[in-house]
Structures are given as structure tokens and as C-alpha cells.
């Protein structure tokens, strides 16, 4: 068989030779396998390089045109405005009185302090250009290669995604641009970088980026930016002060100054401070690398022990705030939140209703406030704040009980005409409880809740004159428990109106109420009020004491007697007039919106009736300590009311002029019960008090002016004895003819008084009546009993 034949043998044939041919040598032919597996393999890789290149190279060249377009349309500032806002710091807001004399500055949760570069330090800004930017006083703003490199990295997801930044670009990101993470920021960071270089020198860039950089914690546990803060808040001196570790240390924070903080956000020494030790030895061995320091000066530094350096922790008193600075701040902040929430598509009741929302725009809108430069203008007035804030301090001591424990007292003072709030007080010391009694605690009224609730609602509405009867026979509750008056059970009678407000007799009220209830609802005035009690709170058979869980603040209860006061209007209680911007722009301005609550007749009806509370009933404390201080004072037309919680927890006094309304709220924080006599405590400090504020501002209490009763008001007489016309009544079979007995006046809003009748008054039943008229005897009898 010739060669050119031989793979033309017959199938059976080969077959047979195949099986008859030898095994192969394996280990000859392994040489042979493992080259051609690596030659494949090769040649895949190689495929696979060229394939990813081309890609590579087509991602990054479509990358760059995409890049270029987008450096087209970048709108880069001019040059004032470019160095306004690098330079540009957050502004400081100041809140002032309402003269315009300074209350405070608000202090911003980050604290900074901006200096000239001649007051920075060498050392530290060799260190940070040695760290940060080693090429800072070569380039031109950027570094070509390391864009490129982070570029590049960005593209294809692999290397570091950081990096590549100067200290410029660090700058421009800092205070012009966002930090929204994409090329077109980029490209903004770039161009922007370029022209700050232009038009601003090496040393002014530093020294920005020094004033701007945040550097984590002071000892106080605050935030802090700029060096000089640093410098001051961790060591204890100027940035132009530090020694060679201090400054490494310091320049190293920048790139992460939480974690190299010392401190923690409540004012401690970490445990653990290596992270930002190791840091300022990374720091150091830059400066040696470049030759800033030497061999000797590097290896000294980085072995001193920096720690005995770091000032002791020393966590921030909120005593220098005070209760106007904090109530102020927060109030602004409160009449702000309207136009942020509003613009994000939410609704009042939709702020009220989450908490978590409540907070949220709370600290938004607080942040923005602190570092906007707004001036705050208050309704606050200078002498009259500070004079109750003296007579608290002076006369406090008549609310100490010999206990130890501080009797907290919480007052307001605002324009009945306005609702403007000329001074509060809002506690014994802010050092010791930051509490603000006057806006912030919510406490049962006590009696106080009476005319608001009780009285005022009836009269307005026709149920009773200030003479008409109510029952004060003994009652009970529906639950079985007994009704009972401040010092006694019920008198066995029948009290008129005026005097069941005078003396603050319980049993009349609640028998009002009750009556009440069937006809109006009274929760309707409070609403118009905007006292936010719980409304189921409202038909309490006990509400009208003041028995409510929710409570109210002395505001709440200063613009209800303010509305009395003020011919039945209504104005909420304001302190923030207006808001300027940095441009003297108003950016907030209050409106008044008074509302029409009681009838003009109503209001003077009560003022009338309340009059008599502290001539002779259970305000006299009041008067006649006011007569002792201040005769003058005491002339004016003082109306008001005491009031006295359930078991002594909360004494209440409130008054007006026909300028103004004071109230007095004491108690302890932990519903401590109080002794009996200081009712008569708090009405005396009330007087010291109101006193020394009429001593500086006697023009806001309108002394020369009265009370008087509106035109509207009708006035009727009836019957003393019932409160109602003259008439014949039957009893018991017999007629008994009121003709001819002692009459008296009483005013109505609406209506007027019926004839006389069986029943004359409110609440009592069928044998409390035929004992009342057994007792009355008429003008043909020797005396008429008065009750």
C-alpha cells in the first residue's frame, strides 16, 4: 500500500487495525495537551483585551465628547459673585426686643469663627497641603491626571472612586455646588475650580478652605468648622498658636472629623482616640516626605504624647440661653414651618397630626433660621421682661413653703386689645428646671375655668342674668360621689349668679353647666379660642372646676381673660412681630386675626361680675396687697379670678385692666399638693409682681380707664329673692304675691328674665324649692332674708 492510498483502507479493515493498535504514551503526549490548552487560552485572553480596549475606548471617547458638552453649559459666575460665595459664611440671626436692642444672637448647631490667613499658622497649612493637595501650589486648579484616573474609575467600576479633588475643588464643592454625585456636577467642579484659580490667590484659597472645613467636635460636644474654632475648641489655643503635632492633628481632621474628633456629641474624651492619632502621624510623615520638617522634627513630633494636650470635656450649659432666648427662637421657628410644609403639599392638620412630621420641619426650618441672617423682631419689651424677671427673683420667696423643693410659677402680661405679649415668666430658675411654665406646661385651672366655660357661655347665650338663681343644695355626681364647695357642702339655698362667682361656689356651677349642656355646646367657644382640650373633656359633670387630664397653659388661659377684656374679642397671644432677611427684606410679618367670641354685652357682663371677685370675694388678698405696694395701682379697674385645683396642686390668679391681663400660675412639677394658704401666697406675689412692672411701664395698664357695661347690655329689674319678675306664685296651695319685694338689677346679653315661678332657679329639686320658700317671707313681714 503506497502512502497516497492510505486512508483509503476498507471500514471492517480499520477497525480491526484500531483494535489491535497499542495504548498511546500518556506521559509523551502531556507536553502536547497542556501547549495547546495554554495557545486557546491565549488567544481567548488576548480576544477578550482587544474586545474590552475597543469598548473602553469607545465608553470613555462617547464619555469625554459627553463631558465636553456638558463643560459648555456650565454657568460660571462672575467674579464678585464667584468670591462672595466662597468666601461666604453662614450668617448669624439675631433676635431683639421689640426697641430693637439685642436679645441674642442665635447660636448655630455649628459653631465657626473666621479669621485672616495671618492668623493661621504655618504648620498647619503645610500640613494640609502636604495631605490633601501635595501639587496645591503647582496646578492651576486641577490635576488632569487624577480626573482622569477618577474618571476613568467611575467608567469602567474599577480603583478608587475618591480621590482626584484639590483643595479648590474641595472649596467649590464646599460652598457652591451641591453634593449630588454626577458628571455634570463634575464638570461644574472643574470649571469653577479653573476660575476660582484665576481670580483668587494660593493663600486666599487656603485660608477659605480653612475657615469652611467642618472639623468635627469641640470639648463641649458641639460641631464645629473653621480652624480657629478647632484649634480653640481642642487645644485650647489660637490656630496662629499651634505647636507642630497640634497642627498635624488638626489638618488631618477635614477628611473625616467625626472620626478624628476627640469628643463625643455629649461632651466626652472618646476610649478609644487612635483613629485620630493615627491620623496625625500620617500627617507628619507627609511633611517629612516633602521635606516641610526634618528627620528629628518628624520623629519628635510623632512620638509626643498629644492626648495631655486635648482640653478636658466640658459639656455646654443651656443656662446662657434663658427662657426668652429659647422661647423666642422656637416661636420663630414655629410661624415659619407654615411656608415649608405648605410648599411640600402639607397641610396644617397633617403637621399636627404626625409628630415625626411636626419634628422634622421643626429642626428643618430651626437650622435654616440660625444660619440665614434673620433678625427676629419681638413683641418682647426690654424694661418689662426684665422686670419680671427681678420680682421673680426678688419676691420668690414668697412661694417657698419651707419644703426644699423649688414651687414653680409660670405668668404671662399681653395687650388686651392686641393679644401682644409684653413679658412672661417661665419658671424660678432656667438653671434648674428648663421647663417654660408659662407656654409650655399644661395644668388644670381650677376655678379659673369657670367664667370662660361656665358663666360666660350661659349668659351669652340667655340661660342666666347676673342675678338669676342657682341651686347650691347638696349634689351629687352621677357616679354617687358628692359635689362639694372650696370650704363647705352645699348652703341649703339658693346663690345668685355674682355671688356664686364671687365666692367660687362649686355645687352652682356644675348645676349651671349641667343645664347648660341640654341646649348649647359649649366646646365651641373654646374652639374659637384655640384651647385644645380633649372634647370629650367638655361633658364632664366636673369640667367647669377644672377637671380636665389635658390641661391648659397659662397663654391659653392669659388670651381667654384677655377676650373678657377685650369686649369679647379674641386675639391669639403673639411674641414674633416680624422677620427680616439679611436684605432687610420681610419675610414674615404677623396679621391679627380677631375673632368675635363673646357677645360685647356678655363680655362686660362678666367683667362686671368679676369686678366684685377682688373687692369682696375670693380675690381680696389681691387687692389689698396691691393697695399696700401700690395704692395707685389698686384704684385701677381690676376684674379677675382665683382658682384652686383638685387637692391643692395648682393655684391660679388672673386679671385684667382695661389695658392688660397678668396671670399667676404656681405648683410643683410632680403635682405635689400645696397647703391651703397659698392661694393667698400667690395672689400677694401677683401683686409685688404686677407692681414692679408698673413701676417701669405704668402707661400699658390704662389706670384712668373703667370697665363699663355695653350699650346692649339689658338690664331688668327681679325679684331678689327669685331672680326673676315679679309675679304670683303658688306654693303649696298657697299664692304668695312678690309684688313689693326687694328688688335688684340684673344684666342679660340676650333675652331677659321670666316671671317668677315655683321653680326660679337652675338645678335643686321639688323639696329644696318648698324649703327656700319657707324661708322667704314678704315685705309684710317683719324682714326679707337675703340668700
Known amino acids: 500500500m503506497n502512502e497516497d492510498n492510505k486512508f483509503d483502507t476498507p471500514l471492517d479493515t480499520l477497525e480491526e487495525v484500531e483494535t489491535q493498535t497499542p495504548e498511546p504514551d500518556k506521559k509523551r503526549d502531556w507536553p502536547f495537551v497542556i501547549n495547546v490548552t495554554y495557545r486557546v487560552f491565549r488567544s481567548l485572553f488576548i480576544l477578550l483585551i482587544i474586545v474590552g480596549l475597543s469598548l473602553a475606548a469607545l465608553g470613555i471617547g462617547t464619555g469625554i465628547g459627553y463631558f465636553a458638552s456638558l463643560v459648555k453649559t456650565v454657568d460660571v459666575p462672575e467674579k464678585e459673585e464667584l468670591v462672595k460665595k466662597i468666601s461666604d459664611l453662614d450668617q448669624q440671626s439675631n433676635i431683639t426686643y421689640a426697641d430693637g436692642s439685642l436679645v441674642s444672637v442665635i447660636k448655630s448647631d455649628l459653631i465657626r469663627t473666621n479669621i485672616s490667613s495671618n492668623k493661621i499658622s504655618n504648620f498647619i497649612k503645610e500640613a494640609l497641603v502636604t495631605t490633601e493637595d501635595e501639587n496645591f501650589f503647582e496646578h492651576k486648579g486641577i490635576v488632569p491626571k487624577a480626573v482622569a484616573r477618577a474618571t476613568l474609575s467611575d467608567i469602567i467600576g474599577i480603583g478608587s472612586k475618591s480621590g482626584g479633588s484639590t483643595i479648590t475643588q474641595q472649596l467649590v464643592k464646599q460652598q457652591v455646588l451641591t453634593n449630588e454625585t454626577s458628571y455634570k456636577r463634575k464638570a461644574s467642579e472643574i470649571m469653577l475650580a479653573l476660575r476660582t484659580e484665576k481670580i483668587m490667590s494660593k493663600d486666599d484659597i487656603l485660608s477659605a478652605y480653612l475657615n469652611v472645613s467642618p472639623f468635627g467636635r469641640n470639648n463641649h460636644g458641639e460641631n464645629i468648622a473653621g480652624i480657629e474654632e478647632a484649634a480653640l475648641g481642642i487645644f485650647g489655643v489660637h490656630a496662629s498658636e499651634v505647636t507642630l503635632p497640634q497642627a498635624a492633628f488638626l489638618a488631618g481632621l477635614p477628611q473625616s472629623p467625626i472620626e478624628y474628633s476627640p469628643y463625643t456629641n455629649d461632651a466626652q474624651l472618646k476610649d478609644d482616640l487612635s483613629a485620630g492619632l ?36 466640658s459639656p455646654k450649659s443651656d443656662t446662657e440661653n434663658g427662657f426668652l432666648y429659647t422661647y423666642l427662637y422656637d416661636e420663630a421657628t414655629r410661624v415659619l414651618m407654615p411656608s415649608y410644609y405648605e410648599a411640600d403639599g402639607h397641610t396644617e392638620d397633617d403637621i399636627n397630626n404626625s409628630k415625626q412630621l411636626f419634628d422634622q420641619y421643626f429642626e428643618r426650618v430651626k437650622k435654616d433660621i440660625a444660619r440665614s441672617g434673620y433678625t427676629i423682631h419681638s413683641t418682647i419689651d426690654k424694661t418689662t421682661y426684665d422686670a419680671m424677671q427681678e420680682a421673680v427673683n426678688n419676691y420668690g420667696y414668697v412661694l417657698d413653703d419651707g419644703s426644699g423643693k423649688l414651687l414653680e410659677t409660670g405668668s404671662v402680661l399681653m395687650d388686651n386689645q392686641t393679644g401682644r405679649i409684653y413679658g412672661f415668666i417661665g419658671g424660678r430658675n432656667y438653671s434648674q428646671n428648663q421647663n417654660n411654665h408659662a407656654f409650655q406646661t399644661r395644668r388644670s385651672p381650677g376655678s379659673t ?62 348645676n349651671l353647666y349641667n343645664d347648660m349642656l341640654q341646649s348649647i355646646d359649649p366646646k365651641q367657644y373654646f374652639d374659637k379660642m384655640n ?104 384704684r385701677a379697674d381690676w376684674v379677675g379670678k382665683t382658682g384652686t385645683s383638685e387637692l391643692e396642686k395648682d393655684y391660679w390668679f388672673t386679671a385684667s385692666t382695661p389695658g392688660v391681663t397678668m396671670s ?36 400699658i395698664f390704662k389706670v384712668n380707664e373703667k370697665f363699663t357695661l355695653d350699650p346692649s347690655v339689658k338690664k331688668e329689674k327681679v325679684v331678689e329673692f327669685t331672680g326673676e319678675k315679679v309675679a304670683t306664685v303658688k306654693v303649696d296651695n298657697q299664692q304668695i304675691n312678690l309684688k313689693g319685694a326687694k328688688e335688684v338689677e340684673s344684666f342679660y346679653a340676650t333675652d331677659g328674665p321670666k316671671d317668677s315661678t315655683f321653680k326660679f332657679g337652675i338645678g335643686g329639686t321639688d323639696d329644696n324649692y318648698k324649703n327656700a320658700w319657707k324661708s322667704f317671707s314678704t315685705p309684710r313681714a317683719t324682714t326679707n332674708r337675703r340668700n
Open 278 to 313: 493615627n491620623r496625625k502621624d500620617d500627617v507628619l510623615f507627609n511633611m517629612y516626605r516633602e521635606k516641610i520638617i526634618t528627620k528629628e522634627e518628624y520623629e519628635a513630633a510623632k512620638s509626643y504624647d498629644l492626648k495631655q494636650d486635648f482640653i478636658a470635656p
Open 531 to 634: 384651647i385644645g382640650l380633649n372634647p370629650d373633656e367638655y361633658y364632664r359633670e366636673s369640667i367647669p372646676l377644672g377637671a380636665t387630664d389635658y390641661g391648659m397653659t397659662v397663654l391659653e388661659e392669659t388670651e381667654a381673660y384677655a377676650t373678657l377684656a377685650n369686649k369679647g374679642v379674641y386675639n391669639k397671644g403673639f411674641s414674633i412681630d416680624k422677620i427680616t432677611n439679611e436684605e432687610g427684606e420681610v419675610i414674615y410679618q404677623h396679621k391679627s386675626d380677631p375673632t368675635q367670641v363673646f357677645k360685647p354685652a356678655t363680655a362686660s357682663i362678666m367683667n362686671d361680675m368679676m369686678r366684685d371677685v377682688l373687692k369682696s370675694g375670693t380675690g381680696q388678698a389681691a387687692q389689698e396687697s396691691l393697695q399696700s405696694v401700690n395704692p395707685t395701682l389698686a
Open 664 to 699: 399667676s400660675w404656681i405648683g410643683y412639677d410632680d403635682n405635689t399638693q400645696m397647703s391651703s394658704t397659698w392661694n393667698k401666697q400667690n395672689m400677694i406675689y401677683w401683686s409685688y409682681m404686677t407692681n414692679y412692672v408698673y413701676q417701669r411701664n405704668s402707661d
Open 449 to 510: 375655668m369657670k367664667p370662660i366655660l361656665a358663666y360666660a357661655p350661659a349668659i351669652d347665650n340667655g340661660i342666666i342674668g347676673s342675678e338669676s338663681k342657682l341651686s347650691d343644695y347638696p349634689l351629687k355626681y352621677k357616679n354617687g360621689q358628692e359635689v362639694k364647695n372650696y370650704s363647705d357642702k352645699g348652703s341649703n339655698s339658693f346663690k345668685s349668679v355674682r355671688e356664686s362667682l364671687k365666692w367660687s361656689l362649686n355645687i352652682p356651677v356644675v
